[in-house]
């Protein structure tokens, strides 16, 4: 999509009380979980009295990685039990680093790498990785999804695989990071900076096992089902470009996207839209659209510059919407425009407030913390965590603010990490706001950090530099 400045965080999450000792979890996917929460309700290893006792070490690796590494503990890779990192570069190279020493383990570069480096074709995707058995998925600027074994990186070859899920990739950019609920991966489709035509987002179900395309959702030319040349469609745009890609809804498994600028008719174009899709992508379940689409989709205003961030609320769903206007909406999951269905209809948010400090490009996140759902979101201009209150109607209210943006927030250990573009972790305390440290990096992108294991990785850097070198920056306990 079009280019824009640096981007401005979401925030979240807070543990009010002191964690327990050092416990084990996995961080397999963006968001850590398939509803996009970027937060972790197991131990990670680090205190806020061990921020100031952390060593640094920068490793390098085979280009960009413009978005979040995943992490897996006591894995079999190379014939060893290892905890390991996994990323993917903005040429679509994917790699495993020993979480221990940082030595690179395997790398898997996707043949088209030698005519796509140094161009502006590139993703921005994060890996997923499926632990039970033993695979990585990943995607490349050439518009494929593979699967690699996690052991030693080899593609996996037989089935649909790899799979194919743009005919024209270079307009219809994998933006976003991989999804994974049941047996389907997840996938979605934007377009590139400038918005060349023709494209149109879409979502992309994979059967995991076979490579098999299993449904194709267009949010252009919707009735029409499956890969389309997107010289076929008369309308190009609605990219789905924010940074979680898919959202799945726990319970029902539902599939939430949001679109970018693009026509909107209610019946078969959803430009600037937030989608409710049914789980096996056979239906459209409902969509809200704002009332002002048309002045977002001629003011370069993209609602889908962010995704839904799922908030519980009793025993219902509700999503904050955020995008390029600077404000936050409050939908009600399970019935986003008021009629029940899917329509040719505008509105029906919940609640409407300003989102700190302008526009939000980034991944808002979602915490419980007793009995209440908290949510933080930043921009270039601020981060704010705002509180869900009220008993059957609910509201959103501030409860913090600062004057310091940064990338896609993420909550581990009682603590919230939030990375700069402009470089440095500073690590709050959720429900506070209270800065307790600042962990030294070099300046980045759309790039957001994990933490597992009293280890914190740190992707630098930003894909529009064409670079095929980068840097992971790695912060362990003594």
Request: hydrophobic residues 35%.
């Amino acid at each position: 999509m079009r280019r824009t400045p640096a981007l401005a965080a979401c925030c979240l999450l807070g543990l009010g009380a002191t964690p327990a000792p050092a416990a084990t979890h996995d961080w397999t996917r963006f968001g850590f979980d398939a509803a996009r929460s970027n937060s972790s309700t197991a131990v990670a290893g680090i205190r806020a009295s061990d921020l100031a006792h952390l060593k640094r070490q920068d490793v390098s690796v085979p280009g960009t990685v413009d978005s979040s590494p995943i992490y897996l503990h006591g894995v079999q890779v190379n014939g060893k039990t290892r905890d390991v990192f996994i990323a993917s570069t903005s040429y679509g190279r994917t790699f495993a680093l020993d979480a221990r020493n940082g030595h690179r383990l395997w790398t898997f570069s996707p043949p088209s790498i030698g005519s796509l480096q140094g161009t502006d074709q590139i993703t921005h995707s994060s890996p997923i990785a499926d632990r039970a058995r033993g695979f990585v998925y990943s995607a490349s600027p050439d518009g494929k999804i593979r699967k690699l074994s996690l052991a030693n990186g080899n593609q996996v070859l037989s089935g649909g695989w790899p799979v194919k899920i743009t005919r024209l990739p270079s307009r219809e950019k994998i933006g976003t990071a991989l999804n994974l609920a049941g047996g389907n991966l997840i996938a979605t489709t934007g377009g590139y900076t400038g918005d060349a035509p023709p494209y149109q987002g879409h979502v992309v179900l994979i059967d995991k096992g076979s490579g098999k395309l299993v449904r194709v959702f267009n949010s252009l030319c919707s009735h029409r089902r499956g890969l389309i040349d997107p010289s076929s469609c008369p309308e190009s745009g609605s990219a789905i470009w924010a940074r979680s890609g898919a959202v799945v809804v726990p319970g029902t498994g539902r599939i939430l996207v949001t679109t970018g600028d693009g026509n909107w008719n209610g019946h078969t174009n959803w430009g600037d839209s937030v989608l409710e899709l049914s789980a096996d992508l056979k239906h459209l379940v409902g969509n809200w659209t704002p009332t002002n689409q048309s002045e977002l989709d001629s003011g370069d205003l993209d609602l889908g510059s962010t995704a839904p961030a799922l908030l519980r609320f009793g025993s219902r769903w509700l999503a904050l919407q955020g995008g390029k206007d600077a404000k936050l909406r409050l939908l009600d999951v399970g019935n986003l425009n008021r009629h029940g269905k899917a329509c040719a209809c505008k509105g029906g948010q919940l609640q409407t407030v300003d989102a700190p400090g302008g526009g939000v490009f980034t991944a808002p996140a979602a915490w419980r913390h007793n009995g209440r759902t908290w949510a933080f979101v930043a921009t270039f201009g601020g981060t704010a965590a705002y509180r869900l209150d009220g008993t059957s109607k609910p509201r959103l209210h501030l409860v913090w603010s600062r004057g310091n943006s940064g990338t896609s927030p993420i909550v581990a250990g009682g603590l919230l990490y939030v990375y700069s573009p402009g470089g440095d972790v500073a690590v709050y305390r959720p429900a506070t706001g209270h800065q307790v440290g600042t962990l030294s990096a070099d300046g980045g992108h759309w790039s957001s950090p994990v933490v597992a294991d009293g280890r914190v990785a740190i992707p630098v850097g930003d894909a529009n530099d064409h670079r095929t070198t980068g840097t992971i920056t790695i912060y362990r306990k003594p």
